[in-house]
Antibody
Framework: EVQLVESGGGLVQPGRSLRLSCAVSGFTFDDYALHWVRQAPGKGLEWVSGISWNSGMIGYADSVKGRFTISRDNAKKSLYLEMNSLRTEDTALYFC?????????????WGQGTMVTVSS | SYELTQPPSVSVSPGQTAKITCSGDALPKQYAYWYQQKPGQAPVMVIYKDNERPSGIPERFSGSSSGTTVTLTISRVQAEDEADYYCQSADSSDTYKVFGGGTKLTVL
């Protein structure tokens, strides 16, 4: 069974940093790209960032470029999102998602999400 | 920035057919994907690469593409299909992944 389990969310002040993790099981980790997608309370889905199977392709939404860094550790079967200079508008449920392929395409499987609240 | 446009809401009676559209200039060049999200749950992929159905998704769900518009069709709609539906694709240079604003499907 494919499982993606996010962790690391919480309450943080504006301007501070947070690191999200996603632990994966149930499939060959380094055969697939991975993504972070977020959903602000009561709002729609927003793609945040994606990383290909070998970290050779990485993309970011304009809203987080320069502040967030995605990475993966294929040995530990884990995906990460380093979030710096957090803003109140970054408040959202952050989902980890498995791609359908090696490169950046669509989101085949999703975790349950970890909540990030940016507030003073 | 690139945008995908969906109707905010669609209503249909049980047993009828629901069609949800998604428009975007790059759709002739980029594949479209569709996701179903029920309240309090993570999204579920129901269509990939315009018209392919993942395993476990009922045959009632289908996708089609014509020019700058893609369509999710749900045949013989059931109460359990009531959910938010999102289309997703990429900009023409495949730099960004983009979601439509979402369509709330109401089963009357």
């Amino acid at each position: 069974e494919v499982q993606l389990v996010e962790s690391g969310g919480g309450l943080v002040q504006p301007g501070r940093s947070l690191r999200l993790s996603c632990a994966v099981s149930g499939f060959t980790f380094d055969d697939y790209a991975l993504h972070w997608v977020r959903q602000a309370p009561g709002k729609g889905l927003e793609w945040v960032s994606g990383i290909s199977w070998n970290s050779g392709m990485i993309g970011y939404a304009d809203s987080v470029k320069g502040r967030f860094t995605i990475s993966r550790d294929n040995a530990k079967k884990s995906l990460y999102l380093e979030m710096n200079s957090l803003r109140t508008e970054d408040t959202a449920l952050y989902f980890c998602a498995k791609d359908i392929s090696l490169t950046l395409d669509g989101f085949e499987m999703w975790g349950q999400g970890t909540m990030v609240t940016v507030s003073s | 920035s690139y945008e995908l446009t969906q109707p905010p809401s669609v209503s249909v009676s049980p047993g009828q057919t629901a069609k949800i559209t998604c428009s975007g200039d790059a759709l002739p060049k980029q594949y479209a994907y569709w996701y179903q999200q029920k309240p309090g749950q993570a999204p579920v992929m129901v269509i990939y690469k315009d018209n392919e159905r993942p395993s476990g998704i009922p045959e009632r769900f289908s996708g089609s593409s014509s020019g700058t518009t893609v369509t999710l069709t749900i045949s013989r709609v059931q109460a359990e299909d009531e959910a938010d539906y999102y289309c997703q694709s990429a900009d023409s240079s495949d730099t960004y992944k983009v979601f439509g604003g979402g369509t709330k499907l109401t089963v009357l």
